[in-house]
């Protein structure tokens, strides 16, 4: 029990800022002004800040102090990760805390707003070597059935997930190895995404989102895990899963000309929205290339292009969420909070929400840059008040995802 001090400081806020802002906690004490030994009380339970202190500490961490009061909201399950090296321990836990930020900010505003209804499909596997591809073949196109995309290229993938009830966030994280990551939340009741946009592609960004959403459908029951072959392959199920989502077999497959040429695979890259080497992995999945074809491509298009880049990547511009984003606008827009109590309700910095809602830089200090959404008041279908304890009117989000 911590003596003295705030009362109700809560230490796992100061783990998750440490994390966040990517800071030891020497780093921190000497920017506090205080001894390392400090922080590892403050950090341990042990001891709580005084008020003095715990102001300084909210300052150079940009968050306020009453945040750090905030008991968490119920961890997330623990993000399957691209990469399993060890050395992206830190950059992984940030990320993490990221994510939690983002959780924070959804259940903050899911009292204002009824999110969309979560619509995924449900897969009951407990480990990843029962998956068979027939299985992620299945789980791709039933996904498409109830998103009713029929088997044609998806134009908004974003707009989708989100539709389908999925908490999306991309922002730039300087951590480029590690596109994305995703993860449950009990208390949201739905699933988070985290995309990366330190790569301006919008074909690669398309195939990170179906990615992780592969990971979501398939994986939601299966224990994490530090095994590097276990993990290869779940990695290689979502990928394939990606590869199924976005280039459905019968009409993607009916689209081909065979023998391919690296020409035709630009214009089927811009059909379809996804990259000459992601394509080359789904005709290899659809057999419709064989292991020596597959290789003869990927050796031309190194040959050609180079290692990383292709032509046209910076045709199509990446996705981006609309949900938290376009929830804040109606909140400030119908009058149910003011621009600058947004941040101080969720407790971090505007930066920071700006960042994880993909507001424009300055949203909350003034929005004249900021195009306004149509003004909707939905009163309860049965004359029964609302359940929202700050404001009677709960804010229906569906509509206005498509705008």
């Known amino acids: 029990m911590s003596r003295g001090g705030i009362q109700g400081f809560q230490q796992d806020r100061l783990s998750q800022i440490l994390a966040v802002r990517r800071l030891t906690q020497v780093q921190l004490a000497t920017m506090v002004g205080v001894s390392p030994a400090t922080v590892s009380k403050w950090r341990a339970g042990s001891q709580a800040p005084e008020r003095e202190a715990l102001d300084r500490l909210a300052g150079v961490v940009n968050v306020t102090p009453e945040w750090f009061t905030r008991a968490p909201t119920e961890k997330i399950s623990l993000p399957l990760f691209r990469s399993n090296a060890s050395a992206h321990v830190a950059a992984r836990a940030m990320l993490e805390a990221r994510l939690e930020w983002a959780q924070d900010i959804a259940v ?78 009990e208390v949201l009741g ?155 309700h969720i407790g971090l910095s505007e930066t920071d929400v700006e960042m994880l809602t993909g507001l424009p830089d300055g949203y909350f200090r003034g929005k004249s840059n900021v195009v306004q959404l149509a003004r909707l008041r939905v009163a309860p279908s049965d004359g029964t008040e609302q359940k929202s304890q700050t404001n009677p009117v709960v804010l229906p989000f569906k509509s206005l995802l498509k705008n």
């Open 108 to 185: 903050a505003l899911m009292e204002f707003v009824d999110y969309p209804d979560l619509n995924l499909p449900k897969r009951s596997f407990l480990n990843p070597e029962e998956i068979t591809s027939e299985d992620i073949e299945r789980a791709a196109c039933e996904c498409r059935d109830m998103w009713r995309l029929g088997r044609v290229a998806v134009q908004d993938l974003a707009l989708a997930v989100e539709g389908a009830g999925v908490i999306l966030v991309r922002e730039e994280t300087g951590i480029a190895q590690i596109e994305g990551l995703s993860a449950w939340s």
């Open 190 to 344: 739905r699933p988070l995404i985290l995309l990366s946009a330190d790569k301006d592609n919008g074909y690669r960004s398309r195939f990170d989102l179906a990615h992780e959403l592969g990971h979501l459908v398939l994986h939601r029951l299966i224990q994490r895990t530090t095994d590097r072959e276990r993990h290869n392959l779940m990695e290689k199920q979502a990928h394939q899963f990606a590869g199924a989502f976005l280039l459905p077999a019968e009409t993607f497959a009916s689209d081909v000309r065979m023998p391919v040429t690296l020409d035709d695979m630009l214009l089927l890259k811009r059909r379809w929205g996804v990259s000459v080497a992601a394509i080359t992995m789904r005709l290899y999945a659809l057999g419709l290339l064989d292991e020596e074809g597959k290789l003869s491509l990927f050796k031309r298009r190194s040959a050609r292009w180079g290692g990383k880049s292709e032509p046209g990547d910076g045709d199509r511009k990446p996705e981006q969420p609309r949900l938290l984003r376009r929830t804040i606008d109606l909140l400030v827009d119908e009058n149910v909070m003011p621009l600058d109590a947004i941040p101080r």
